[in-house]
Nanobody, 120 residues
């Protein structure tokens, strides 16, 4: 089973940026779709971005235009560049394999995530 490890979170001021990384235990070129999710306290875990092995991407309305998902097949890593961060982006961020690009349903186990806190 694929193991994914998230990193790159931290404390940042509103308007700042962070680059999150998701390192896979297998060649990500063999994985059709990988997504980034986030979960704030008291909220459900939601998909914010996804990318296919062909380079197709999708974003939730709340992050479109501010976040960019990308794949580095050579390093078996998926990145989430987060720009123009807002306090409402504060959450634990997780990556996972998606069952299909057209859904938000994860197919793998969850890692520990990486915490993003946006505060002045």
């Amino acid at each position: 089973q694929v193991q994914l490890v998230e990193s790159g979170g931290g404390l940042v001021q509103p308007g700042g940026s962070l680059r999150l990384s998701c390192a896979a235990s297998v060649r990500i070129s063999s994985i059709w779709c990988i997504g980034w999710y986030r979960q704030a306290p008291g909220n459900q875990r939601d998909l914010v971005a996804a990318i296919t092995s062909a380079g197709g991407t999708k974003y939730s309305d709340s992050v479109a235009g501010r976040f960019t998902i990308s794949r580095d097949n050579a390093k078996n890593t998926v990145h989430l560049q987060t720009n123009s961060l807002k306090p409402e982006d504060t959450a634990a961020y997780y990556c996972n394999v998606l069952k299909a690009f057209t859904t938000a349903t994860p197919s793998g186990s969850w890692g520990k995530g990486t915490q993003v806190t946006v505060s002045s």
